[in-house]
């Protein structure tokens, strides 16, 4: 069974511009999240969705959006890239029941120079 | 959101029992507790979860206090790939998202 895929896995960009990272979720698994993980402040939440509808927000700018298709795959983007923006992006899938496991990706590594 | 706190790093020595303490003082009665650990740069790994009771699976064992106010995350016979960070979280149900806080983590040291 295929876990989460996330690409690229790696990606450099310049400030201003804009990225869009992508994630394939386990099959079956209708709710994906997001998390963005830096030094200086670990692992946060970014946001999740399932079936399509953006169900949970984490304290982000509005430079940071997302979506998600009817297959349940799932893109996040970045616009006006800043240096701070620099982090590993990790994607979690999971079947959406109560108490059931998020399945996470290997993420994506964005640098920002 | 309930909080967790875990010691910032522990050492253990291959073979040995390692155990993972986290206190979760103001954890409600329907938050479960979760174990992920990640290992350098890889996406974090889920482990166990458990709401009262203690659980066992391949990896690990979880006991929970029977206050829910603490719990301990047990590796019986660790080994050198067992050196990871591990999150002890508490998850917050919201509208029945899937939302993690994590905190600062245990860094896990297995040494030969």
């Known amino acids: 069974k295929a876990g989460v895929t996330q690409t690229p896995r790696y990606l450099i960009k310049t400030r201003g511009q804009q990225v869009t990272l992508s994630c394939s979720p386990i099959s079956g698994h209708r709710s994906v999240s997001w998390y963005q993980q830096t030094p200086g402040q670990g692992l946060q939440f970014l946001f999740e969705y399932f079936s399509e509808t953006q169900r949970n927000k984490g304290n982000f700018p509005g430079r940071f959006s997302g979506r998600q298709f009817s297959n349940s795959r799932s893109e996040m983007n970045v616009s006006t890239l800043e240096l701070g923006d620099s982090a590993l992006y990790l994607c979690?899938?999971?079947?959406?029941?109560?108490?059931?496991?998020?399945?996470f990706g290997e993420g994506s590594r964005l640098t920002v120079l | 959101d309930a909080k967790t706190t875990q010691p910032t790093s522990m050492d253990c020595a291959e073979g040995r029992a390692a155990n993972l303490p986290c206190n979760h003082s103001?954890?409600?009665?329907?938050?479960?507790v979760y174990w992920y650990r990640q290992i350098h740069s890889q996406g974090p790994q889920y482990i166990i979860h458990?709401?009262?009771n203690n659980e066992t699976n391949e990896m690990a064992s979880l006991i929970i206090t029977e206050d829910r106010k603490s719990s301990t995350l047990i590796l019986p016979h660790a080994t050198l790939r067992d050196t990871a960070v591990y999150y002890c979280i508490v998850r917050v149900l919201l509208n029945a998202g899937n939302m993690l806080t994590f905190g600062g983590g245990t860094r896990l040291m297995v040494k030969p």
């Open positions: 458990g709401l009262k």
């Open positions: 103001t954890i409600s009665g329907n938050e479960y």
């Open positions: 979690a899938s999971s079947w959406d029941r109560e108490g059931g496991e998020l399945f």
